[in-house]
């Protein structure tokens, strides 16, 4: 499982985030996709993922001006059905139009951030981003909102007693 996952269509952003993220120091996978097309299939089991269904990531970044399919569409899809509805989505954008923001936070998204424009202030806020999201935000699991999440939960629960 990736720890992010990043979304962006425009080469050089994600190239400056794989040098970013080998910057950390601390290890955290990643997945970058390109198109909105594949993060939908990505995150539904779609398409070439349909027999591989990857693990959700601990947190989606994503820009929301992707070609084809937006990361406005990605929010929306991913909000609409139960094993995507409540994993972390932060939009990483450069626009910081207010009716952006507004669209991005009515779609489902966690949080909305404005790309600095210098390459130290991006490795400080990523490793922020990546700080907060993977360590200090508390996640539902995706199994725990379907309608056996209750289920799901009391049996860790118990395991989890009986363990320790």
């Known amino acids: ?86 994993l972390p989505i932060v939009a990483f954008s450069t626009s910081d139009s207010p009716r952006d923001i507004r669209s991005a936070y009515e779609a489902g998204v966690n949080a909305y951030v404005v790309k600095p424009g210098s390459y130290p202030a991006t490795r400080t806020l990523i490793d922020q981003l990546c700080d907060f999201w993977l360590n200090k935000n508390t996640r539902i699991d995706s199994t725990a909102a379907s309608p056996n999440g209750d289920v799901i939960l009391h049996r860790r629960l118990t395991e989890w007693l009986t363990f320790n």
């Open 1 to 86: 499982m990736a720890d992010v996952l990043y979304i962006e269509d425009d080469p050089n952003d994600a190239d400056i985030f794989g040098r970013l993220m080998q910057k950390l120091d601390r290890h955290i996978t990643y997945v970058v996709l390109s198109s909105g097309t594949e993060a939908i299939n990505y995150l539904l089991g779609k398409g070439s993922y349909q027999s591989f269904r990857p693990q959700l990531p601990k947190l989606v970044l994503m820009d929301l001006n992707l070609d084809g399919i937006s990361g406005f569409d990605i929010i929306e899809q991913a909000r609409a059905i139960d094993r995507t509805r409540f």
